[in-house]
């Protein structure tokens, strides 16, 4: 029996680059009544806590449809993922698998005011513009921005358990692994650029 712990994500600097640069999450409450609501949403890290806290806003609208703060949440972040084809390993017998990374964090979020969920989005804005050569500002739009802000809730979420993974062909012998990550490199059908890059992370630590 195949041992699950090897796919394994707790290191807290991992999981930070990982909630970085894969901010677009999935919010899921659980209400003990009705459906469960589920929302999608930007989250950003909070710079200057320890761990993994987090902040992240939605429609004031959605945020009562949670009932957000009353009740415990999921925040789902996807990483790289992808469909691993048995022709890539060249060896066998393989069946088809699904290779990604994923952390869940668990909590009670903790609603914001006015002002606290207007530098949220601020920083929100700032995270997502920075890759560009002339980040726009929130401020440059202030008063359509304050307007806006109404109608949302921001929230800050500090994780009371983390659930991290990554299945990235750590149970395959390396030099199978290592093919299944050039076939992800090389051309279509199998690229996956995102993804060969998170399965070297873990192979080829240093490299």
């Known amino acids: 029996m195949l041992d699950q712990q090897i796919y394994a994500l707790t290191e807290p600097t991992a999981l930070r680059t990982l909630i970085e640069a894969h901010g677009w999450v999935t919010l899921v409450s659980a209400l003990g009544h009705g459906d469960p609501q589920i929302s999608h949403l930007p989250l950003i890290i909070e710079p200057d806590e320890d761990g993994l806290t987090v902040v992240g806003h939605l429609a004031r609208t959605d945020a009562l449809r949670h009932e957000l703060g009353a009740h415990d949440v999921a925040v789902v972040v996807e990483g790289p993922n992808g469909y691993i084809s048995p022709s890539v390993y060249q060896v066998g017998p393989h069946v088809p698998t699904w290779n990604f990374v994923v952390a869940h964090l668990y909590g009670r979020p903790t609603l914001l005011g006015a002002e606290e969920t ?6 929100t804005v700032d995270h997502f513009e920075a890759v560009r050569p002339r980040p726009w ?11 806006i802000a109404g109608h949302t809730t921001a929230f800050r979420l500090r994780p009371s358990r983390v659930v991290g993974r990554r299945k990235l062909s750590q149970e395959e012998p390396r030099e ?15 690229a996956d650029p995102a993804l060969a890059e998170a399965m070297r992370q873990v192979l080829v630590p240093g490299e």
């Open 118 to 123: 207007y530098d949220v989005l601020r920083r």
């Open 137 to 147: 500002r929130l401020d440059s739009v202030r008063e359509y921005a304050r307007a």
């Open 176 to 190: 199978v692994a290592l093919r299944v990550t050039d076939a992800l490199d090389g051309e279509a059908p199998h």
